[in-house]
């Protein structure tokens, strides 16, 4: 089983950055990838970022390209998805997904999630 505990949202001003992480355990994750997903009221779970723990590659929405980025610390099980510029737009719950293969852009492929974090951007 997998855990996945979210942390690091809150309140953030337009411009200003944040930083979620992911702490995961329960599991040896080389075969797994991590997701960020986000979901504003009245809005579909959107992809936002995703990783793969073995080769640490990454991909990103196009809707925080150029604006947020996604690492890991292998030695900590810990994803991080850092938000730059942050706009009123990024206002939503964030969660932590996890799954067995490559990173997916869809929800529905992952098997694993975190309770999610509040992020709030107001000017």
């Known amino acids: 089983q997998v855990q996945l505990v979210e942390s690091g949202g809150g309140l953030a001003q337009v411009g200003g950055s944040l930083r979620l992480s992911c702490a995961a355990s329960?599991?040896?994750?080389?075969?797994?990838?991590t997701g960020w997903f986000r979901q504003a009221p009245g809005k579909e779970r959107e992809f936002v970022a995703g990783?793969?723990?073995?080769?640490?590659?990454?991909y990103l929405g196009d809707s925080v390209k150029g604006r947020f980025t996604i690492s890991r610390d292998q030695a900590k099980n810990t994803v991080y998805l850092q938000m730059n510029s942050l706009k009123r737009e990024d206002t939503a719950v964030y969660y932590c997904?996890?799954?067995?293969?490559?990173?997916?852009?869809?929800?529905?492929?992952?098997?694993?999630w975190g309770q999610g974090t509040q992020v709030t951007v107001s000017s």
């Open positions: 990783i793969s723990w073995s080769y640490g590659s990454t």
């Open positions: 329960g599991r040896t994750f080389s075969s797994y990838a």
């Open positions: 997904a996890a799954k067995l293969g490559p990173v997916s852009g869809s929800s529905q492929t992952y098997d694993y």
